[in-house]
């Protein structure tokens, strides 16, 4: 996988910041402000409620910053369809009691860099940082998590193909596999897509297979 | 009218590696306290104590702890990025307030710091301007092996690749080093369009000195053929040099001792009178001497020295400096300067090339310039699929 590039400017992007009420951000909003974001601090209406994670984050236009001395949910909203301890967009962890259960919440919301309470301006640029960047690097990993799965799951239709080419060609494991290969980079698809789509023109290709299979389960 | 009694600490290396440079910080410092203590309008009495780190970093935060022991809450000091950052958790936790006078890489805006140097979008920007309009895109970065250099060069690599540029080579040299030929021979031979140059000291001395005989040897001129640029060249430095590479330099800055106005002739004038032995007039001076009429004119209007007072009165405030008008930004707590570019002369002064046509709002973190993204060496145009 190609490493993704490096983002070293947020300029525009908005800073989502969910926080108890009354407290004092100024140090990290002022922060935010400087260095081209724009603060949108949500504070709890009342305070003795449970945190609701909003809805509407998107990955390239905000950032959240979540208190983790809140009462938080252990998910985010099952609307962003995320997989476990992945965040909407990049997000960062306001620690203030460093307790693991804390720790723990805020890891399973997928925060990806912490800031110390209270807040010190010199710190702030350093956690958006590495929660963009770490953020872009878990996107391009899930995606490739996404591809080989996917690869893994249209596997069959390659065994299958390479079945079929040896019966009807008579040629070997290795051959039917490299003329698979070539015919599908020909096509720019990757092998497992050209396969199933081979098979699925060609059902009576794969006919000999339900005969071989039961064979085998005769035996 | 009663003048506030105020105790200014001068935290200035005068000695040591970098002892040029930080000796026209303090003078243009203790030039500012006197013409303070000296104008019976100022409301402001400084009484400076100055102590001496030689240059050493562990020196930095014992001399601040002996400041803030005799009661001193505003210490006007540092040159390198490294000592600010070695004495800005003692100035947080004593609730004391750093003026910093120096041109420096960004990056930062400490709460308890108001910063009179220039910001990058003060030098390096407008300097890449300059140097893709009058010479090319391409460019050989030399640096001092620490934050300024690898900074400096990376704003570069930056700009010029926005710009379709290249940088062809990127070599750094630790702090003093003067062993250059191996890095002379490489530029004459990747010819580049210019020389960015973000070495420091003796380092930088040498390098003009080498590249300049290096050129004479081979019958190059290297003023026109291998510019060289910097955003630290000062005049005392050209001195430094010495005769032969001195002049033809291109350097970025807020501030040359030969500006015109009547303003500047004063400012020059009386740095002279006073410190007649040098280090001659440079930016830095011009940046520190900011710093402290800064604070007088804060303090003055807080009327009080409490530092809250002070950073709320300095935000917006105000100075007719040697280089023109010069606004504490309430933002970020930087200074906004007017960039200008100067040629080096033989006589160890700068002809001014360029100057923005009005006070730059500056702009530490390169928000409004910066690329979102870093920059990325071409990619190949094939790239091998699986």
Redesign the interface.
Known sequence: MRTPRVTQNFRDRTAVILTPGGRSLDALETTLRRLGLTPEPRPLTVPQQGLELPENLLPEQHIVLIDGDLSLPPVWPESYGLADAMAPCPTIGLVGIEAPSRLKALFQLGALSLLPKPIHSGSVYSALFLAVNEFSRMNGLQGKLDDLTERRRKRIHVIRAVAALMRQQGLTEDAAYDVLRKDSMRARVSIEDHCEILMRARPEGDAGRQLSHKRCQTR | MNKIELPIGLLFSDTGSYGTVAHTLLNGARLACAEVNADPASGVTFEPFHIDPQGDLQNYAPAVQQMLDRGIRHICGCYTSSSRKEV?PLIEKHDALLWYPTHYEG?????NVVYTGAAPNHHISPLIDFLCARFGHSAYCIGSNYIWGWESNRVMRDGLQKRGGEVLAERYLPVGETALDDIISEILELKPDFVFNALIGDSSYAFFRAFRTACIDRGIDQVTRFPIASCNLSEPELQAIGPVGADGQISSSVYFASLPGARNARFVAAYRERFPDGPAVSAEAEAAYISVHMLAKAVAQAGTAEVAAVQDAVAGQVFDAPQGRVTIDP??FHAELTPRIGLSRSDFEFEILVEAARPVTPD?????S?????T?QRHPRMRI?S
């Not at chain 2, 990056?107 to 709460?111: D, I, Q, R, V, Y």
């Not at chain 2, 530490?364 to 409004?368: I, K, N, R, T």
């Not at chain 2, 910066?370 to 870093?374: I, P, R």
């Open positions: 800005i990056f930062e805006s400490a709460t933002e970020t530490p973190y390169l928000v409004a910066a690329t979102k993204l870093e990325v699929v």
